[in-house]
């Protein structure tokens, strides 16, 4: 029985959001930047974009593709709004000053472990949440007090991993393009730690498969405990 005080910490729903290739890759080797998405699947990303409160990445990803995380208003045809936060896990302070995510035309959180000694400008909301590394899974009430209900994390393979093998996720959809990349240092949707079998894996439960472009869209939400399929 959970006694008084005892209330597991609220976090908001979460929606894991990445384009693939069709053998599973997020992006070439050694993570050099893939546009695999779509002309329709860029509009639906940034529709998913403008529906959430904050949007969620791993510092790998600021390093590879140096995203801007903000709402590309004109991709929907509508007139800018304010945009969703961006977060950013970064246990030790690595993200470039020059970083887009740092320029102040969004509101920003970076989220550090007790490792990092960097001062980031005074626009950026920091978090040290972690004693070597962020916790995620403390870091996701903290979103919720600060007033973020829907948060989309966007990658990269890393965060995915963390977020997937964590249980902290509500949805997740994969844009798969019509292309094979292949190799072995072009990252997959998740990386993390070693799966040794069937206990290590995250099981899911398709909801949703839609043709767009000449690619699909599938929708997975995490599977309940039930009978082992036969
Ligand atoms: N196709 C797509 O939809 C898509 C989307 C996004 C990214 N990408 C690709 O993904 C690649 C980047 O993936 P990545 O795995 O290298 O980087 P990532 O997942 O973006 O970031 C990983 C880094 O985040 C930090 N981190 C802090 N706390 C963490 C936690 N609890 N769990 C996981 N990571 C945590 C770690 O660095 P510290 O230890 O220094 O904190 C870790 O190395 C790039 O190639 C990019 O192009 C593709």
Redesign the pocket.
């Known amino acids: 029985m959970i006694g008084p005080g005892e209330f597991p910490a609220r976090r908001p729903s979460v929606w894991v959001n990445?384009?693939?290739s069709l053998d599973g890759r997020?992006?070439y080797a050694g993570?050099a930047?893939?546009r695999?998405s779509a002309a329709e699947d860029l509009v639906r990303v940034q529709r998913l974009r403008a529906f959430s409160d904050a949007i969620l990445?791993?510092?790998?990803?600021v390093l590879?593709?140096d995203p801007s995380l903000r709402v590309h208003w004109e991709l929907l045809g509508e007139r800018p709004r304010r945009d969703p936060t961006r977060v950013v896990?970064?246990?030790?302070g690595?993200t470039p000053a020059t970083a887009k995510v740092l320029d102040g035309t969004a509101p920003t959180v970076v989220a550090t472990s007790e490792r990092s000694t960097r001062v980031f400008p005074s626009h950026v909301h920091a978090i040290v949440v972690g004693r070597t590394?962020?916790d995620?899974a403390s870091l996701l009430p903290l979103l919720y007090e600060i007033g973020i209900r829907r948060l989309m994390v966007?990658?990269?393979?890393?965060?995915i991993a963390?977020t997937l093998r964590g249980g902290l996720f509500d949805r997740l959809t994969i844009y798969y393009a019509p292309v094979v990349i292949g190799g072995t240092t072009a990252?997959p949707v998740a990386?993390g730690s070693e799966t040794r079998g069937a206990a290590d894996a995250v099981p899911l439960s398709l909801v949703g498969l839609e043709r767009l472009g000449e690619g699909y869209v599938a929708t997975y939400v995490p599977r309940r405990p039930g009978p082992a399929p036969t």
């Open positions: 990445c384009a693939a997020l992006a993570g930047r893939a695999l990445v791993g510092v790998g990803t590879h593709d896990l970064d246990s030790t690595r590394r962020v995620l966007e990658g990269g393979a890393d965060v963390s990252p990386t």
